[in-house]
């Protein structure tokens, strides 16, 4: 399973920004999938999340009303929609895909992908 991560840069201050994360490969199915975040020195934290299906959300504190999850279940694919950055926004956003490999192996896997950084400029 592949988990490919895009969209990152360097942004002003109040700018926007668009992540898109893509998960592959031989699976029997995908369930949440969402976005994580590590600034430098700090740990990795929840972003936000979405479920398969219905594609309940769920956000951090810090970021509701400023980003916004969304999901292509046709083609594995969650997008965050970043508006209204602010510098303490900056760190590597990590996207993370739970996977069921096969219908006979109940077990969920968490697939990472490499990480995208994002800098808000002050």
């Known amino acids: 399973v592949q988990v490919v991560e895009s969209g990152g840069g360097l942004v002003q201050a109040g700018g926007s920004l668009r992540l898109s994360c893509a998960a592959s490969?031989?699976?029997?199915?995908?369930?949440?999938m969402g976005w994580y975040r590590q600034a430098p020195g700090k740990q990795r934290e929840l972003v936000a999340t979405?479920?398969?299906?219905?594609?309940?959300?769920n956000y951090a504190d810090s970021v509701k009303g400023r980003f916004t999850i969304s999901r292509d279940n046709d083609k594995n694919t969650i997008h965050l929609q970043m508006n209204s950055l602010k510098p303490e926004d900056t760190a590597v956003y990590y996207c993370?895909?739970?996977?069921?490999?096969?219908?006979?192996?109940?077990?969920?896997?968490?697939?990472w992908g490499q990480g995208t950084q994002v800098t808000v400029a002050a």
């Open positions: 993370k895909a739970n996977v069921v490999l096969d219908d006979s192996d109940p077990l969920v896997y968490e697939y």
């Open positions: 490969g031989n699976t029997f199915s995908i369930n949440a």
């Open positions: 979405i479920a398969a299906g219905r594609g309940n959300t």
